[in-house]
Nanobody, 113 residues
């Protein structure tokens, strides 16, 4: 089992930046890809960013490409999401995931216009 806890959410003005962090406990995550997803009420969970198990390869949808950066530190068992140039449409609950198998409880990010 893997337990994931997100932190760093909150309220920010449009154009601002916010950094999310996710720390894992339990079994090792070093051999798994990790990712961030987000969800707003009434909508399906949306893919935001992913990073391979060894770190170098990252993946983003067009909606956040160039604004969001995912990184991981296997020694610290963390995966971070740096979000820049935030837009009101980025408002959502953000979830950390290990390979889509384990999920955090989510953390709210609100971007005001």
């Amino acid at each position: 089992q893997v337990q994931l806890v997100e932190s760093g959410g909150g309220l920010v003005q449009a154009g601002g930046s916010l950094s999310l962090s996710c720390v894992a406990s339990g079994r090792t995550i070093n051999n798994y890809g990790m990712g961030w997803f987000r969800q707003t009420p009434g909508k399906e969970r949306e893919f935001v960013a992913a990073i391979g198990w060894s770190g170098p390869k990252t993946y983003y949808p067009d909606s956040v490409k160039g604004r969001f950066t995912i990184s991981r530190d296997n020694a610290k068992r963390t995966v971070d999401l740096q979000m820049n140039s935030l837009k009101p449409e980025d408002t959502a609950v953000y979830f950390c995931s290990v390979n889509g198998l384990y999920w955090g409880k989510g953390i709210l990010v609100t971007v005001s216009s």
